[in-house]
């Protein structure tokens, strides 16, 4: 069993940041990969970046690379997303996911097997 607690989310600005953290705790010494997913008001969940066991592999959705960036520090079992330049349609809830059963860095919300409970981001214009 894996435990996920999203926190940072919060109002913004269109233009500004924030940075969100995944906190793990439970089967933490296992090497499981992490996804960021959100979703927005009435739209399917949505894959946002992923990141391997080591750190070393990462994976972003095509809209989101340049503005998004995702890292980990496995001394403190978290991860985190820098989200810069936000937008107004970034406005969601985000989930942290892991994936104890797979290193592929997948963008698919099926192959996750235990989720945060989300955190919501407001990106006003």
């Known amino acids: 069993q894996v435990q996920l607690v999203e926190s940072g989310g919060g109002s913004v600005q269109a233009g500004g940041s924030l940075r969100l953290s995944c906190a793990a705790s439970?089967?933490?010494?296992?090497?499981?990969?992490i996804g960021w997913f959100r979703q927005a008001p009435g739209k399917v969940l949505e894959f946002v970046a992923a990141?391997?066991?080591?750190?070393?592999?990462?994976y972003y959705a095509d809209s989101l690379k340049g503005r998004f960036t995702i890292s980990r520090d496995n001394a403190k079992n978290t991860v985190y997303l820098q989200m810069n330049s936000l937008k107004p349609e970034d406005t969601a809830v985000y989930y942290c996911?892991?994936?104890?059963?797979?290193?592929?860095?997948?963008?698919?919300?099926?192959?996750?097997?235990?989720w945060g409970q989300g955190t919501q981001v407001t990106v006003s214009s």
């Open positions: 990141i391997s066991w080591s750190g070393g592999s990462t």
């Open positions: 439970g089967r933490t010494s296992s090497r499981y990969t």
């Open positions: 996911a892991a994936n104890v059963y797979s290193h592929y860095l997948s963008p698919r919300g099926g192959e996750y097997g235990y």
